[in-house]
C-alpha cells in the first residue's frame, strides 16, 4: 500500500512550491511567493482603487501652493477637471515633466518637431509648412538711377523680365540724381523703394595736369555727390520702413587708382563711393539696411566702344580673364546683391573685373 501511495503521489499534478526568496532572509508571517496586496484570483492584476481624500495628509482641494495664487473658488470647492480633446483630462506620465519644467528645447539638433509633440495634438502634426520664399525675389519695388543706358538699362530689363515693379530715375528723364530737391520729389511720388541700384555716373579721363577744376567738380558731382544724394533720399525711408538694400557703382580705378585714361577725378570719385557705402553699412545696419557697391572694369557699354583698338587691347592685356564683362553680366551680380539671397551681406564691395584687381 505504501508503494502504492508513493506512485500515486508521484504521479498526481500537485501544487507548484514557491521559489525561495533569496532576497529577504525571513517573511515576517505572510506566506513565501504571496503579495499580500493582491486579491482575487491567483494571475489577475487587481483592480485600482480610486484614492480617498483623506487617503494622506495635504492641502484642501483648491488651497493654492507656496507663492501661488488662489483659486477663483476660494478653496471650499473642488474645481471641474475641463477634459482635452480626446478624452484625456490630463497629460500622460511621459509628457507631464516636460510641461512642467517648460518642454525640451524645439530647436535642438536632430529633435524633429513631430517626436516633441505629445500623442495627443495630432492636429499640430498636420500644420502645413510655410510658404516657400524665393529668395531672387525683390520685395517691394526697384528704383534704378541711371537705368536708361549701359548698366542701369541691363538692370532694368533683368528685373521687368523677371515681373518686379522698376521706376527709373534718369537725366535723360528729367531727373538729376546729384539734385536733393528732383531726387527727393521723385521718391515721394513712388513711395518708399525696398530696393535701390543707383548707377549713375560720368566718366572722366587725363592726369592731375589736365583735370581741370571744373572737371574735377563735375565728375565728382555725377558720380560721388550723386551717390551722396540719392542715399540720403532713400537710405532713412528705408530704416523706417523696416529695412531695405542700396547698391552703389564703384569701379576697378577705386581699388588699384586707375590710369590716366581713366582720369585722377573718376578714380577719386570712385574711391569716395566704397567710403560713403561702408559707413552707411555701419551705420543703418541695425535697421536692416544693407549697402553694398559694385567695382567693374571695362565693361562693354557705349562708353568703351569709344575707345581706340589700342586702349581695347591694353585694358584686356591687364585681365586673367582676357575679356571686359558684359552690361548683363554686372546686372546680374546688382540684382544678386538685391535679393534676399544676400539678406546677411552688407558693406562689401564685389570685383567683377576679369580678374584685373590681381594684376
Known sequence: ???GAGRRARHRPGRLRPLPDLGRAEHHGRRPG???????????????????????????????????????????EARGRVRRPGGRGR?????????????PPLDRPGRPLRRLLPAGDAALRRLPAGPRRDPRRYVVSLLVTG?????????????????????????????????PV???EFVDAIGTPRRVAHLAGVVSAGGIEQTSLAEWDRTLRNNLTAAFVVAQAVVPRMAAAGGGSLVLMSSLNARDGGTRLSGTAYAAAKAGVLGLMRHLAVDFGPQAVRVNAVAPGPVATPMHDRLTAEQKAGLRARMPLGRVSSAEE???IVLFLLSDSCATVTGMTFDVNGGSHLS
Open 182 to 184: 528732383a531726387v527727393g
Open 330 to 332: 554686372i546686372a546680374d
Open 34 to 76: 504571496r503579495d499580500p496586496h493582491r486579491t482575487g484570483q491567483p494571475g489577475r492584476h487587481p483592480r485600482r482603487r480610486p484614492r480617498r481624500a483623506d487617503a494622506r495628509p495635504g492641502r484642501p482641494v483648491g488651497q493654492a501652493g507656496p507663492g501661488l495664487p488662489a483659486h477663483p473658488s476660494g478653496g471650499g
Open 91 to 103: 497629460p500622460g506620465r511621459r509628457h507631464a515633466g516636460l510641461l512642467r519644467r517648460g518642454g
Open 147 to 179: 537705368g536708361a543706358s549701359g548698366i542701369g538699362a541691363a538692370v532694368v530689363a533683368a528685373a521687368r523680365a523677371r515681373g518686379e515693379t522698376v521706376h527709373v530715375l534718369d537725366v535723360s528723364t528729367g531727373v538729376d540724381a546729384a539734385d
Open 1 to 3: 500500500m505504501l508503494g
